[in-house]
């Protein structure tokens, strides 16, 4: 045997009670599983970690992630390593870098910089999935990359690709194009396909468009991942509408950050449960995900009405310069309540700004559009106009607009897994992206019991797993790959908070993948045992 963990608390994945036992590890897998109360020899191996006092279980898959180009850029990604992330699900709401041609990356580059950057510092070598997926295969000198990370082909990338910025069907010749995209992505290793119903120009695609690629991912046993229509006004719609299109496609459904936000919703959990207990008990393939906190994250752009976004960012840009339709961009927000706010008006209070991309708007970073506003004496619409003008589209901000009961009580559901959505750029991000993992471990689970500790790894293990098809991972299992976490239950906890994003969860001091540690001692070593996952259309094939 290559390691022997010795006398550890193995809470395996499957939800049931933890037991005590050595964990043996060779060539990449878990050897042998030695119970305590097991008869025969104790595993010996070249190493032993003595485990005693800390919980062994399968490594965490974060199943809703932002790390397209972080993982290409950064080889330490302690933000996700140091949480005991050992996969990463990337290509989410709708929009990443592949597939593309030159003209749709230069497009999909500007609109998502809020996100992962501008990508000046990316050799952007690939324009399949396929060839994005190879490229983290043989990143940084072909070592790899810091976790294993799967795909998603983002629907809005492929609808740019296709058919451009217009607010249009799609014509026929437009559709075939999009659905040969999407199977070639599915071929070439992705694991599903998502969308982001409020973005553009994903969000101009008609229920029959999203229908027909439905088919085309069900085909390759992939799963749809939409972020929907909306999470405001209209949100139990917009998750029926997604259940009754993935049932009429016989596709699986995997809901993105199934939250139920803003005044409007506030206790209304309860109905979204029903919705789908309803729909799972009828037969249907539903997942979602979910993160341990309240606010959301995303960029000031996406605030816009969708009409505002059409013809891209250099459109945009042209709108808010000009100021009749600036002023009518204003109404839409303040008064109507914008698609691009979920159909809510925009309350200036809870919008945060997170990041800039301009260091001349550092100051912005960490005050609310209103409160900015004060200070400037001016109406928090000039200074949102602003922000967006002088950062060219590339600001983050956080949305305080969350409720905690409904945030517990999603957490609870039988189909429940974990997200970070952690988008890593800004001065100021959202705490999730460093913390997801420890927060539902040390507060939610120890701290307040709305899980039990094994139900709670289940939820961030076996049942992503499943989700994503993946038939040796998610459990500790003689046999399976031996991607693990090692972490003291009675002090993990995630060190990330509002006020310091970027700190460090506690409580986890020993990470393997693939059998090598990439935390050691809490500490992160140089080891790079991350690869692209791929799905299940490649696998068979």
């Not at 299992?477 to 995630?494: K, N, Q, Y």
Request: aromatic share 6%; glycine share 12%.
């Amino acid at each position: 045997m290559d390691l022997v963990i010795r006398d550890a608390r193995v809470i395996d994945g499957t939800a049931t009670p933890s037991y005590r036992a050595d964990v043996a590890v060779t060539d990449g897998r878990v050897a042998e599983i030695h119970r305590e109360d097991s008869p025969g020899p104790r595993p010996t191996a070249a190493r032993t970690l003595d485990a005693d006092g800390l919980a062994l279980s399968p490594g965490f898959i974060d199943m809703h992630a932002h790390s397209d180009l972080a993982l290409l850029r950064d080889p330490d990604h302690s933000a996700k390593a140091a949480q005991g992330v050992t996969l990463e699900v990337l290509g989410q709401d709708g929009l990443s870098y592949a597939p593309v041609d030159d003209h749709t990356l230069a497009e999909v580059r500007r609109s998502i910089a809020g996100w992962n950057g501008y990508g000046d510092d990316i050799d952007f070598d690939w324009r399949t999935v396929g060839g994005y997926l190879d490229r983290l295969d043989r990143n940084f000198g072909g070592q790899g990359i810091a976790v294993n990370a799967a795909y998603l082909v983002p629907q809005g990338t492929v609808r740019m690709h296709a058919v451009g910025w217009e607010d249009r069907p799609a014509t026929d010749a437009e559709l075939a194009r999009m659905r040969g995209l999407v199977d070639q992505g599915m071929r070439e290793g992705a694991v599903g396909m998502s969308s982001g119903l409020t973005y553009t120009p994903g969000m101009y695609a008609d229920d029959a468009e999203l229908t027909a690629l439905c088919r085309v991912v069900a085909a390759h046993g992939g799963y749809y991942c939409p972020h929907h229509r909306s999470y405001g006004a209209g949100a139990l719609e917009a998750y029926e509408e997604m259940v009754r299109l993935t049932r009429d496609a016989g596709c699986s459904l995997h809901l993105a950050h199934a939250t139920m936000n803003f005044g409007v919703n506030e206790g209304r959990a309860p109905e979204l449960l029903a919705l789908l207990d309803d729909a799972l008990d009828a037969g249907a393939d539903i997942s979602l995900d979910t993160y341990p906190y309240t606010p959301g994250c995303t960029t000031l752009v996406a605030m816009l009405p969708s009409w505002a976004s059409e013809g891209g960012p250099e459109s945009v840009l042209a709108r808010l310069a000009d100021d009749a339709t600036a002023a009518r961009i204003r109404h839409d927000l303040e008064v109507t309540g914008s698609d691009g706010c979920h159909g809510v008006p925009i309350e200036w209070d809870t919008i945060e700004i997170s990041g800039a991309g301009a260091p001349a708007l550092a100051a912005y970073v960490g005050r609310t559009v209103a409160e900015s506003a004060r200070l400037r004496g001016e109406e928090p619409w000039v200074t949102a106009r602003r922000l967006l003008v002088e950062d060219r589209l590339g600001t983050t901000i956080l949305q305080h607009v969350g409720h905690e009961e409904n945030v517990r009580r999603i957490m609870r559901h039988r189909v429940h897994t974990a997200g970070s959505d952690g988008i890593l750029q800004g001065d100021k991000p959202h705490p999730r992206a460093y913390g997801t993992f420890p927060h539902y471990l040390g507060h939610y689970a120890r701290e307040l019991g709305i899980l039990s500790l094994e139900e709670c790894v289940a939820h961030l293990t076996s049942r992503p797993a499943a989700r994503l098809r993946l038939p040796d991972r998610g459990y500790v299992r003689e046999g399976h790959r031996a991607d693990l976490v090692l972490f003291d239950p009675e002090t993990v906890a995630a060190g990330s908070t509002f006020e310091e994003p970027r700190a460090l969860p506690s409580g986890i001091p020993h990470v393997l993948i693939d059998g090598r540690f990439v935390i050691e001692d809490g500490r992160r070593t140089q080891v790079l045992a991350g690869r692209s996952v791929r799905g299940a259309g490649r696998r068979a094939g």
